[in-house]
RNA sequence: GCGGACGUGGCGGAACGGGUAGACGCGCCGGGUUUAGGUCCCGGUCCCUUCGGGGGUGGAGGUUCGAGUCCUCUCGUCCGCACCA
């Protein structure tokens, strides 16, 4: 494609300034009012994809535009380095991870050069780098000492073929292990968890007042799952040693209690199962613990394999409500991890116990009644609200009413309380893989788990071991590494060989980013209360959940703990923004699914500015984008705009031009302009770029015919200079370019335009008449013009007397100056 | 199964608080300049039409002077969670 210049000169020069000038290098003294905006942190996995312009594009308009609007705008970019498939890497090839995540941070910030994207570089951030390695471990510390990271027994997926455990993604939806082929087991580990579940309420009840899209604070709520109800004590007959804790959100149907389930896994399952059925519950037992959770899930669809799933105790519980007696049953249905472990089982109103009971003869009583006619059409359990019936003193009551009723009940009888329950679990962290941040603690056999004293922090992990496709981790093997004492007593000890989750490194880099050159800590106070909360934090709705769920929960974690002054804000991003996926063939692009288009291949041809532009310009950023074989002819378009907008301010020769005084086709090029600024710089505060875009182009457009007339040399000045600002923060290399060649400086160190009130707003406007709501006649009116006037003008109007033919209208609906609706009889009958 | 989002030309999309549906771009059609061009410039492009106009935002209803926009039902696509008591 023969261009107008010379794009790759002029980005390669551009880039070269603002790297040598220190453009965008901010200090933490810098007098203008601060502005933090954040891009997540990328994990180098090689040079950019078209998912990281995308996001990249997005966010270095924020931070051109923020510093056009004079705010000191903090820019910082890391890299989230540790993770598998580095290490997957090594096993491959023999080169360390290290080496191997190192090259690919040297193409990935490459990419983001030569795309345009400017960050203070000063701040980057590695987590695999031992500096930031130091501070994660005492972040890790300091929780523990405060009780909010703890050590616990939990299931994991293991792989007896590879003998290690697996995460969720190498398990295969057969549940096999992707490596394989085993069946995938659940085995239980001594585990490090952080306990994020303390922080359950705020998390959810903060969601609130945050700018944040609905849909990601919807998931975060259902992710949290809070649930009201009760939990009650309930008796075993024969057993004056043991109760039974239950939980329900449905308290009113007690009196329905049919039964009681207790999960698999419940601690109190042998205790309660008699030896007359113990074989069948043992049994039971084992078969569940050889499934996968995928298994469990997947085969309880098919309503007959319920029956094997389920086994009598032998124990009977108390209905605390009539004192029934109700037999107790083992089910893989009723899960450990929620709520108690163990429920009352209530057929008529829940669908999964009216299943169960019916395979195994169980009675089922209503306790409310359900709509007319429910039975008949085959209706099951019946879930929704109604009059309480056969539940003593509860009968008569709506469903709400019930609820509460039956609390106080349990509350004042002690046989129960009101109780919130949460889908949320503690954040399980450790991982037995070795590229990751070592947990920093000793096992010795007298003191237990011990801290390492936070000054002989970082620990590291040796680089001198063997990545063998084993699937173990390498320090595990590593006896020089494992075999050390105890801090406390000098007694020969062990180290954790686990390493930490690598959302952990991840929910904390944008305090680190503040004051990344603070060696005493992990960051400073005084540094992260100038900065944070992070103003603009942009990234992809894949991370909707978890990471955004564990920063909002470290940041509070760090300020209770003591690491960060107690008035910081304890929510870190201020305002979201989540960018829509780039598709290939109804598939996210990515590496692993072999369908990405490198950007390279454009710097090349269009250069980054087109390609930037195309990003900004093809839909709403929030959308998904579909790749297609129309995709490069876009493309080229934009670099086509940027061509026109090239000749365009190249052409603006003052000598060629008139001067004097202003003619009404002059004024009509000013309005225009300042209309420009006005709609694009609204258009960028709500993130509508595309129309952004689109604004410009008609302006282009305009201009093109204005030059062609007869310009006047300051309007078309004028015109050329606020189109080349407001094009600034989306595509940088030309408009400095250009702004160069026309002016001495730098246009991305000027102040965003302001436009002209008295010129946006038009003299004239179009004035639509309707009759009976179709449009009939379009009139020039003045823009002030009276409702009496604007009604006056449309019964006059030729069209709309032709097609009245004499009716009179029987209501005139004026909406001056826009718009008048003349409604006939005939027409509103 | 539960929760949510979205359905507009050949395509991506615009229409911000109910008020001119289709901005801008791609593609396509026609013309011009160069003519080596896949360059550049100009015009046209929702459908039907007897050229008066009529119809049209997945489908069916409704509210309203007026609905792409609000309400009900329905079909379809996508996303999140999934035996959560």
């Not at 113990?278 to 309880?300: G, H, K, N, P, Q």
Request: glycine share 6%.
């Amino acid at each position: 494609m023969a261009r107008a210049y010379d794009v790759q000169a002029v980005e390669e020069k551009w880039q070269a300034r603002w790297r040598e000038e220190e453009t965008y290098q901010v200090d933490n003294d810098d007098p203008r009012p601060p502005f933090y905006a954040l891009c997540m942190y990328p994990y180098p996995s090689g040079p950019a994809h078209q998912g990281h312009v995308r996001n990249y594009t997005f966010g270095d308009l924020v931070v051109r535009y923020q510093t056009m609007q004079g705010k000191a705008v903090l820019s910082p970019l890391g890299f989230d380095s540790f993770g598998l498939p580095a290490e997957n890497a090594a096993i491959r090839t023999g080169t360390h991870p290290r080496v191997f995540t190192d090259a690919r941070i040297t193409e990935l910030k490459e990419s983001l050069i030569r795309l345009g994207a400017v960050y203070d570089w000063r701040r980057e951030v590695r987590s695999h780098d031992p500096s930031y390695m130091h501070w994660t471990q005492l972040i890790f510390l300091r929780l523990f000492k405060a009780g909010l990271a703890y050590r616990a027994n939990a299931p994991v997926n293991w792989c007896p073929g590879c003998q290690t455990v697996l995460a969720n993604e190498q398990v295969l939806p057969d549940g096999r292990c992707e490596r394989s082929g085993d069946v995938v087991v659940t085995r239980y580990l001594e585990q490090w968890f952080f306990k994020i579940t303390a922080y359950a309420d705020e998390l959810l009840t903060a969601l609130d007042d945050l700018e944040w899209p609905e849909r990601v604070k919807l998931m975060q709520r259902n992710w949290i799952g809070r649930s009201e109800g009760a939990e009650m004590d309930l008796e075993v007959v024969g057993r004056p040693d043991v109760t039974l804790t239950v939980f329900t959100t449905r308290p009113d149907t007690t009196f329905g209690m049919t039964y009681a389930v207790m999960a698999p896994e419940h601690p109190l399952v042998d205790a309660l199962t008699t030896d007359e059925h113990r074989a069948a519950v043992v049994d039971l037992r084992a078969r569940v613990a050889m499934e996968s959770e995928l298994e469990r899930t997947v085969v309880a669809e098919t309503a007959p394999a319920l029956e094997k799933r389920g086994a009598f105790t032998g124990s009977w519980v108390v209905n605390p409500f009539n004192g029934e007696q109700v037999p107790l049953y083992v089910a893989d249905y009723v899960l450990m991890g929620y709520g108690s472990g163990a429920i009352m089982a209530v057929p008529a109103e829940d669908q999964r116990d009216w299943a169960f009971a019916k395979l195994h003869g169980l009675p089922i009583v209503r306790t409310v009644e359900p709509p007319e006619g429910w039975d008949e059409q085959g209706g099951e359990a019946y879930a929704g609200d109604g009059v309480k019936v056969n539940s003593g003193f509860l009968d008569g009551l709506d469903v709400a009413g019930a609820k509460e009723a039956a609390i106080r009940f349990l509350e004042r009888e002690q046989r129960g309380r009101r109780k919130v329950n949460y889908r949320l679990r503690d954040w399980l962290v450790s991982r037995q893989r070795y590229w990751g941040c070592p947990i920093p603690i000793v096992y010795c056999p007298v003191h237990g788990a011990v801290p390492v004293p936070e000054d002989e922090l970082p620990v590291l992990a040796p680089d001198d071991v063997d990545f063998l496709p084993t699937g173990q981790s390498p320090l595990a093997l590593d006896e020089d590494f494992k075999r050390t004492t105890c801090p406390i007593g000098g007694e020969p000890a062990v180290r954790e060989t686990d390493t930490m989750d690598t959302f952990v490194d991840s929910s904390w880099y944008f305090l680190r980013f503040c004051d990344p050159f603070d060696s005493d800590g992990p960051f400073s106070p005084a540094a992260a209360a100038r900065w944070m909360p992070v103003d603009q934090y942009i990234g992809g709705i894949e991370h909707a959940i978890l990471h955004l769920m564990y920063a909002r929960f470290f940041t509070r974690a760090v300020i209770d703990v003591g690491l960060a002054p107690p008035d910081l804000p304890r929510e870190p991003f201020r305002r979201l923004f989540t960018q829509g996926m780039i598709r290939m063939d109804g598939s996210k692009m990515s590496k692993s699914k072999g369908n990405l288009v490198a950007p390279e291949r454009y710097f090349r041809s269009v250069g980054a500015d087109a390609l930037r532009l195309f990003h900004l310009f093809v839909g709403p950023p929030t959308d998904d984008f579909d790749w297609t074989d129309q995709t490069d002819e876009v493309i080229d378009g934009c670099g086509r705009f940027l061509d026109r907008l090239w000749r365009l301010a190249e052409s603006a020769a003052p000598a060629a031009v008139r001067s004097g005084p202003l003619g009404e086709a002059d004024l009509e090029v000013r309005r225009a302009t300042h209309r420009t600024i006005q709609q694009v710089t609204a258009d960028i505060e709500r993130w509508s770029y595309n129309t952004a875009v689109a604004h410009c182009m008609e302006q282009v457009n305009l201009l093109q015919r204005y030059v062609r007339d007869d310009p006047h040399a300051d309007v078309l000045e004028e015109a050329v200079d606020a189109l080349l600002h407001l094009l600034a923060p989306m595509v940088p290399h030309v408009t400095a370019e250009l702004w160069e060649r026309r002016h001495a400086g730098r246009l991305h160190a000027r102040p965003w335009p302001k436009f002209d009130a008295s010129l946006v707003s038009e003299e004239t406007v179009t004035m639509v008449v309707q009759v009976n709501g179709k449009v009939r006649d379009r009139l020039q009116v003045p823009v002030g013009i009276g409702e009496d006037d604007a009604r006056a003008a449309a019964l006059a109007s030729s069209r709309v007397v032709e097609v009245l033919d004499g009716e009179a209208p029987s209501r005139v609906v004026v909406r001056a100056p826009r718009l008048v609706n003349v409604v006939t009889a005939i027409g509103s009958a």
